[in-house]
């Protein structure tokens, strides 16, 4: 069974542009999170999908960043215009069901604004 | 609001000896699940053990065990026997969805 898978694994673009990060969660799996590690700090929620709907999406930490999931299956998460800030490890995880331990998480994408 | 700490940025252990790695959390629910995660230089981030709140026997999971204290709110990791290849980010987290700023063990041949 393939697990989650991300893509890229690493993007580097200037400050303004644009960004697209995209997941593939198991398939099967209603339940698509996004989160964020900047260096050194935690890893953050940024927010919950249940199949194309989203659950949650109180992490996001503003409109700069759009998610979207269409169909219910990949999900992109976008970043437009990117900022220094936004440099850091975007992971995604998916489950089967909201509450099952979230077990299942990709690789991640390492972004790097300069 | 809930919190997840992990105190020690940085752990190291002796191949075969055994380590503990610290986390406190903080919460309102009563009934919750805490889990330990294992990031390797690979970057996958796996899931190493889980614990449901209400169940007071601590979970075990091969070499690696937890100690749940849930009155003071503890979950520490224990790794026993440990291995060049447990070598990794440990992360604690807490339902829902949150997450310890990782503690990084090396395991010294």
């Known amino acids: 069974e393939a697990g989650v898978t991300q893509f890229p694994s690493h993007s580097v673009i200037e400050k303004g542009q644009t960004v697209t990060l995209r997941c593939d969660p198991i398939?099967?799996?209603?339940?698509l999170y996004w989160y964020r590690r900047v260096m050194g700090k935690e890893i953050k929620f940024l927010l919950h999908f249940v199949k194309e709907s989203k659950q949650d999406e109180s992490g996001m930490p503003n409109n700069r960043f759009l998610a979207e999931r269409t169909g219910g299956t990949y999900s992109t998460l976008k970043v437009q215009p990117a900022e220094l800030e936004d440099s850091g490890v975007y992971f995604c995880?998916?489950?089967?069901?909201?509450?099952?331990?979230?077990?299942?998480f990709g690789p991640g994408t390492r972004l790097t604004v300069t | 609001a809930q919190t997840v700490t992990q105190s020690q940025p940085e752990m190291s252990v002796q191949e075969a000896e055994t380590v503990t790695l610290s986390c406190t959390y903080d919460?309102?629910?009563?009934?919750?699940?805490l889990f330990w995660y294992k990031q390797p230089p690979s970057r996958q981030m796996i899931l190493v053990i889980r614990?449901?709140?209400?169940?007071?026997q601590n979970a075990t999971e091969n070499r690696f065990s937890v100690n749940f204290q849930k009155a003071a709110k503890s979950f520490s990791l224990k790794i026993s026997d440990s291995q060049l290849g447990d070598a990794a980010m440990y992360f604690c987290?807490?339902?829902?969805?949150?997450f310890g700023k990782g503690t990084k063990l090396t395991v010294n041949p």
């Open positions: 614990q449901e709140a209400y169940k007071q």
């Open positions: 919460t309102s629910e009563s009934d919750y699940y």
């Open positions: 987290a807490l339902e829902k969805l949150v």
């Open positions: 995880a998916s489950s089967q069901e909201i509450r099952t331990p979230l077990q299942y």
């Open positions: 398939s099967g799996h209603d339940n």
